[in-house]
């Protein structure tokens, strides 16, 4: 009785799973990729079960007859296989690349602040030829577990953008960090929107890859220490944390504002910073209320290290609603964000020196918040 209900379910097994299974030997069949990465075939194929039907007991014997091939069949491919990748003489022997270290040994510490001459497209990318298209650079002689956007809000500052680009370069290849650095630039001369700039780029940046970790970066501010790491901590991190026209001090304890890291993770929770801030300010200390009311708290390093040089500019024109909107932001922590987000990317393009990204906001947005901004 048993061995009967035991044939039975070998049947029905056979019979529901016979597509998975065809699938699985044309894995082992064909010729497929050694360790090595060569192409080779195994030399004992696996017998397929397309003959095979569910009527009666007979059918069934031979079924368990092939399976019982297939099974001598595939450990042998297997115990081949092991050989060949545990073969000392082997010269196509699988390496293991170790894992970066957490801080690289060719720092340097302070850094130079160069700002002029200003280069040119052209000498940025014949000196930073090593560079792969869209301003990805990842190490070759280490592993890295976690992939970083450098995402900066841009908009007619084409000469800071060459400066950033030959100063960041070479500080986050020392740092041996797998990269790539996005520039989401404003279409028009309407009120610029930094922070929704900034949830453009965290979702175009996730079309491209896979990234684990956001830099938000103001192009005006230049870190001066490469010990200060571009990678995201446990917590979200505020990075320039002493600025030279500050005096090298914190303005103020819940300042979220020039450049910060925000894991993937987190961005998530915090929905993103807020879409309803047009103009100057105001957007960064949302994003610190988000933090706190997530029970969250923004890390920072030391000052010693956590030092920036700003590049002058022209102040944008601050947001006459920035306070109303800054009061009223934990009712719409929810709803105002990248879960509202509407925008159109009008062109992308992958330079060798960066990944460029024009957007324009799109209307239904921008009611939304004008229309916000009445109610309150």
């Not at 065809?22 to 360790?35: C, E, W």
């Amino acid at each position: 009785m048993c061995f009967v209900f035991l044939e039975e379910q070998l049947v029905r097994l056979i019979t529901t799973e016979r597509t998975s299974w065809d699938n699985f030997l044309s894995y082992f069949n064909s010729s497929r990729l050694h360790p090595s990465g060569s192409e080779r075939s195994f030399n004992h194929p696996v017998a397929p079960l397309s003959n095979t039907t569910a009527s009666g007991s007979t059918n069934a014997t031979n079924a368990i007859e092939t399976l019982s091939t297939n099974l001598t069949a595939l450990t042998t491919n297997l115990t081949l296989a092991e050989e060949e990748v545990s073969d000392p003489n082997n010269q196509s022997e699988i390496t293991t690349i170790p894992l970066c270290p957490e801080v690289p040994a060719n720092l340097t510490g302070r850094l130079s602040i160069v700002k002029s001459p200003v280069p040119t497209v052209l000498e940025l990318e014949q000196r930073f030829s090593w560079l792969k298209p869209g301003g990805h650079w990842h190490p070759e002689t280490c592993r890295v577990l976690k992939k970083v956007a450098i995402i900066i809000p841009f908009r007619c500052r084409g000469e800071h953008l060459l400066i950033f680009l030959q100063h960041m370069h070479p500080l986050l290849r020392r740092q041996q960090i797998d990269y790539t650095i996005f520039v989401v630039e404003q279409e028009g001369t309407g009120a610029f929107n930094r922070a929704m700039l900034m949830n453009i780029g965290y979702k175009e940046a996730l079309n491209f890859d896979n990234f684990d970790c956001f830099i938000f970066h103001d192009i005006d501010l230049l870190p001066e220490d490469d010990r200060n790491l571009y990678t995201c901590p446990e917590q979200p991190r505020h990075m320039s944390v002493a600025i030279d026209i500050f005096k090298y001090r914190l303005p103020y304890k819940s300042i979220f504002g020039g450049v910060s890291a925000i894991s993937k993770e987190h961005f998530e929770l915090l929905n993103g910073f807020s879409n309803s801030f047009w103009g100057w300010g105001g957007e960064d200390d949302d994003m610190s209320n988000r933090i706190r009311y997530h029970k969250l708290h923004i890390s920072r390093y030391p000052i010693s290290i956590a030092r920036y040089t700003m590049l002058q500019h022209k102040k944008d024109k601050p947001s006459p609603h920035r306070y109303e909107v800054l009061r009223n932001g934990q009712k719409r922590f929810g709803k105002d964000g990248i879960s509202n987000l509407k925008y159109t990317v009008q062109e992308t393009k992958k330079n060798l020196l960066y990944t460029w990204l024009l957007c324009t906001e799109d209307e239904e947005t921008i009611l939304v918040i004008e229309t916000y901004k009445k109610d309150m």
